[in-house]
């Protein structure tokens, strides 16, 4: 049986090290730049734009974690879930604690009038894909993740910035 809650401050050492080991079975073992205090910072203080739930067993051990954020539907008119980060504990796998923590959302989700949710899968992690397929979720084939960052997103700001400024674009 699996109890999900919203996670509280107190959970964020193991909910940083709960990433740390995401990133290890995702083959990015050094990839994790993310401290605690700033996981704990985002999460709670002034208007947060992340957000977090906790699955536990019977026993109240953390057995998995669920991050996301908002986005928004242009063409919908509304918000919608990405999910960041989806993680059980290889000890707890198939327990449900992965199941629980989708439909925790997806209720969210719905209670609150949002068209979607979304995540990523990595193309090699079949266990994970065969699960949300398993729930109804269906691969965007039409659509590629792109993504900007280190040198290539500075260059790109760099470039609106010299754009801006010579445009007399003032930006916030």
Do not use: C
Request: no cysteine; proline share 4%; net charge negative.
């Amino acid at each position: 049986m699996s109890r999900i809650r919203e996670a509280s401050r107190a959970d964020v050492p193991e909910i940083h090290q709960m990433i740390v080991d995401l990133a290890v079975y995702e083959k990015e073992p050094d990839a994790v730049r993310n401290t605690p205090a700033e996981l704990e910072r985002h999460l709670f203080d002034g208007s947060p734009a992340i957000y977090a739930a906790i699955a536990e067993d019977d026993l109240g051990r953390t057995r998995g974690f669920a991050l996301w954020f908002l986005n928004y539907s242009t063409w919908e008119g509304v918000h919608g879930v990405y999910l960041e980060d989806l993680y059980v504990k290889p000890e707890a796998r198939g327990e449900g604690h992965g199941k629980a923590l989708l439909t925790y959302l997806a209720g969210l989700a719905v209670e609150r009038g949002y068209a979607r949710m979304e995540w990523s899968v990595l193309n090699w992690n079949q266990p994970s894909i065969d699960f949300y397929e398993s729930l109804g979720a269906f691969p965007m084939s039409e659509w590629s993740t792109f993504r900007l960052t280190g040198d290539a997103l500075r260059s790109a700001g760099e470039v609106f910035a010299t754009t801006a400024h010579a445009a007399g674009v003032v930006t916030a």
